[in-house]
T-cell receptor, first 114, second 115 residues
Framework: DGGITQSPKYLFRKEGQNVTLSCEQNLNHDAMYWYRQDPGQGLRLIYY???????QKGDIAEGYSVSREKKESFPLTVTSAQKNPTAFYLCASIKDRGANYGYTFGSGTRLTVV | DQQVKQNSPSLSVQEGRISILNCDYT??????FLWYKKYPAEGPTFLIS?????DKNEDGRFTVFLNKSAKHLSLHIVPSQPGDSAVYFC??????????????FGGGTRLMVKP
């Protein structure tokens, strides 16, 4: 079955550590996105990529980095520069520009700083 | 500046009655609107959408209404069922500034359907 796989489901990070969240899709989708959800809040865009080897900052990119070396993969690194990283992280993808349907989302990664 | 707003953080409805979830937007360049449903610790799932050239779209128990002049859309669920209890996100697509299919999300409304 096609879909988006995020791993791990739960992740604990110590202060000052970098961690990488995985996002893999086998839907042959062109564009991929990373969102962050905080309790009681909506989804805020961190980074997005419309094609391989290209990505753009979203609204809250500071303290995060991404790469898009393969169409299927869009990992997100939460760096030590991100001051408040505890949140629920969602990866999404969509086929191409102009497609009149919504994103497909992964099941999310909950990151907690300990 | 929030371009998509859901002003009601929560809504409680009796089973069998109508649930109405509201969403307001500020950017007149949005051309497509979507509703997503989200359970705790899961990713959102697509529910229903509407193009800006329409004012209504219906899919089973779910109907979305769009009022462009008021920059307002609403999701009606009739009849509401306990399984509908979830957080509902309104999203808008802006096909401008080379943004492609980027969606802007509202803050979500938690719907609780009581048996």
């Amino acid at each position: 079955d096609g879909g988006i796989t995020q791993s791990p489901k739960y992740l604990f990070r110590k202060e000052g550590q970098n961690v990488t969240l995985s996002c893999e899709q086998n839907l042959n989708h062109d564009a991929m996105y990373w969102y962050r959800q905080d309790p009681g809040q909506g989804l805020r865009l961190i980074y997005y990529s419309q094609i391989v080897n290209d990505f753009q900052k979203g609204d809250i990119a500071e303290g995060y980095s991404v790469s898009r070396e393969k169409k299927e993969s869009f990992p997100l690194t939460v760096t030590s520069a991100q001051k408040n990283p505890t949140a629920f992280y969602l990866c999404a993808s969509i086929k191409d520009r102009g497609a009149n349907y919504g994103y497909t989302f992964g099941s999310g990664t909950r990151l907690t700083v300990v | 500046d929030q371009q998509v707003k859901q002003n009601s953080p929560s809504l409680s409805v009796q089973e069998g009655r109508i649930s109405i979830l509201n969403c307001d937007y500020t950017n007149s360049m949005f051309d497509y609107f979507l509703w997503y449903k989200k359970y705790p610790a899961e990713g959102p799932t697509f529910l229903i959408s509407i193009s800006s050239i329409k004012d209504k779209n219906e899919d089973g128990r779910f109907t979305v209404f769009l009022n462009k002049s008021a920059k307002h859309l609403s999701l009606h669920i009739v009849p509401s069922q306990p399984g509908d209890s979830a957080v509902y996100f309104c999203a808008a697509r802006g096909n401008f500034n080379n943004a492609g299919n980027m969606l802007t999300f509202g803050g979500g409304t938690r719907l609780m359907v009581k048996p």
